[in-house]
């Protein structure tokens, strides 16, 4: 998939292939490999208004769906590397099984996360979780793939 032109708003530093051996060493995880694809092209990004990207959620909460705000990965802010102790248990409170990569439109307080460990999901599922109602999870998509292949710009319904 090519993530190059009109996917992102502000893209970070694209990842060479040493730099992504680096994240997972420091991270302790293989990522899935069109993960590392999205990284080697763009670093991840910021979402904006144009883009208007959504992870459609009928199958969680009726007309439900959640706008992407950024996807984590090879920048100084925004580091893919630093979401364990931001994201995790002792930082936003997710579980530590989880490597979230995305937050939505509204923040951390929704995200999206690898399954690295949590018993309930397959392993590198990904899993949406609602950090502001205690940690409500629930299992979107069974790989990164299938879950970037499901993004919409239909913004009919609102998050």
Do not use: H
């Not at 080697?40 to 969680?60: A, C, D, I, N």
């Not at 995200?111 to 950090?131: A, K, T």
């Amino acid at each position: 998939m090519d993530y190059t032109t009109g996917f992102f708003y502000k893209t970070f530093t694209p990842c060479s292939e040493r730099r992504l051996t680096e994240i997972e060493d420091s991270l302790g995880v293989n990522l899935p490999e069109s993960y590392r694809e999205l990284l080697q092209q763009t670093g991840g990004g910021y979402f904006g208004e144009s883009q208007k990207w959504r992870v459609p959620m009928g199958f969680y909460k009726n007309d439900y769906s959640v706008g992407l705000g950024q996807i984590l990965g090879n920048d100084s802010i925004d580091s893919l590397e630093d979401s364990p102790d931001l994201m995790g248990e002792d930082g936003w409170g997710a579980p530590n099984e989880l490597l979230i990569f995305a937050f939505s439109i509204n923040g951390p307080g929704e995200s999206f996360g690898i399954n690295y460990g949590l018993e309930q999901f397959s392993q590198l599922s990904i899993i949406y979780v609602d950090i502001e109602a205690d940690n409500e999870m629930v299992k979107v998509a069974d790989s990164f793939e299938e879950f970037m292949g499901m993004l919409t710009t239909d913004d009919e319904s609102e998050s």
